[in-house]
């Protein structure tokens, strides 16, 4: 196995050149940075990743934390992590998964101090969320999908929950839909203060009321079985609806089996509309749901 005294010999410098030009701790020329690649590219040199790490005092990881792995991961999340780690690795880094949840701010703190990261990913961000005060505290550099209550220094991206709400809204208003309802995450991440639960729940409310419609509106458990109770209750207190709005992917799909069980045809009798959610699950059904996609993959490679 070549050694970095075979690079430095094949390179014609010294062992310490080839040392700074791989950790980038002094100036080293570019010419002298290609002869060092060449003669390592030729003898097949490996460099050693921990080595590497304790000389630059950088890990090259980022942290994406991800506390919806226990409930699985929608298509829209997938795509957001797929484009974070391509980005990601073409800028030379791995993007590690922590399945950490707002509860969870000190393990996320002891996790940053002790050097596992070079940055943070935050994401299910609340309006008031601990893991920003500890990472703040640490000094590590983070970024947020979503937002807290408060962003004044903050670096985030987002989605416009008021402006989606509000195009659905008239999307449907337009079509001549006068009773429409709006099938939300869970009763439990509101109570949690789940930025995009309470955000979209709150456009949508005025969406409906600045048409002069009366709002339904009705939170889900992220999955199918509770997609169908949610529909069902729906149903039961607006027999006359004809239209529903869902931020839920997974319970989307038992609305639909609830509305198909009662004889009510897609979009003949009833339309569904689905937002902040993606091409590929759309596709999913049978006939393929109406969405307004949130932009995952473009959040993900997002820099600021």
């Not at 509860?103 to 935050?122: E, H």
Request: a positive charge.
């Amino acid at each position: 196995m070549a050694t970095m005294q075979d690079v430095a010999a094949l390179a014609g410098v010294s062992v310490s050149t080839v040392s700074y030009a791989l950790s980038d701790t002094r100036p080293v020329s570019s010419s002298t940075k290609a002869r060092i690649g060449e003669a390592m590219a030729e003898l097949g040199y490996q460099r050693n990743a921990a080595a590497r790490s304790l000389a630059s005092r950088r890990t090259h990881v980022l942290a994406l934390t991800l506390p919806a792995m226990a409930q699985g991961i929608g298509g829209t999340v997938s795509e957001f992590v797929a484009s974070a780690a391509e980005t990601a690795g073409r800028h030379g880094y791995h993007l590690v998964l922590w399945p950490l949840g707002p509860n969870q701010s000190q393990r996320i703190r002891d996790l940053a101090r002790q050097g596992q990261a070079d940055g943070v990913l935050l994401m299910e961000v609340r309006l008031e969320d601990l893991r920003v005060d500890a990472l703040r505290a640490t000094g590590l550099p983070f970024t947020m999908i979503g937002r807290t209550s408060q962003v004044a220094g903050l670096s985030y991206v987002d989605v416009d929950f008021a402006r989606t709400t509000d195009d659905a809204v008239g999307h449907l208003a337009a079509l001549g839909h006068q009773r429409i309802a709006f099938l939300n995450h869970s009763a439990a991440s509101r109570a949690d203060g789940y930025g995009p639960t309470l955000r979209a729940d709150e456009g949508y409310a005025a969406a409906m009321r600045r048409r002069g419609l009366a709002p339904h509106a009705v939170w889900s458990q992220e999955n199918p079985g509770a997609g169908r109770a949610a529909m069902s209750e729906l149903l039961a207190r607006e027999p006359g609806l004809t239209a529903v709005i869902t931020m839920n992917e997974i319970a989307t799909f038992g609305a639909m089996v609830e509305l198909q069980v009662r004889g009510r045809q897609i979009p003949r009798d009833f339309s569904i509309l689905s937002i902040v959610s993606s091409p590929g699950v759309a596709a999913m059904s049978n006939p393929a749901l109406t969405t307004m996609a949130s932009p995952g993959a473009d959040l993900g490679r997002a820099r600021r």
